[in-house]
């Protein structure tokens, strides 16, 4: 059996299976399995974009990035769930975020 992508799966798949993630998340780090743990939360996250519209995301808008208070984000461009840009104060290192890692209150 193939697994569905999550740009395949309804809204309620996609919340469905960030339920399972975040259980065996916390299983994980209750058994002390670190890098597990952090491969779960990265699916979440991927998984949460999906519930998210990447049209409201602009380019040139900046973002606080969710889990890292006070580091702002600035879209350069978007492409699928992913916003391309800049983390201000490092402008020189281009990278992608999935868009449920921005924070939608705007600086």
Do not use: C, H
């Not at 519209?53 to 702002?72: F, H, L, Q, R, W």
């Not at 978007?78 to 402008?91: K, Q, T």
């Amino acid at each position: 059996m193939s697994e569905k992508r999550y740009s395949e799966m309804t809204t309620y798949e996609i919340q469905r299976e960030i339920g399972a993630l975040n259980e065996k998340a916390r299983k994980a780090e209750q058994l002390g399995m670190i890098n597990e743990y952090a491969v779960l939360e990265r699916k979440i996250v991927m998984a949460k974009s999906y519930l998210l519209d990447p049209s409201s995301y602009k380019p040139g808008e900046v973002y606080e990035i969710e889990g890292a208070p006070g580091t702002y984000f600035k879209i350069d461009y978007m492409n699928g769930i992913f916003a391309w840009g800049f983390r201000l104060g490092s402008p020189q290192q281009e990278e992608a975020l999935p868009i449920s890692m921005l924070k939608k209150e705007q600086v």
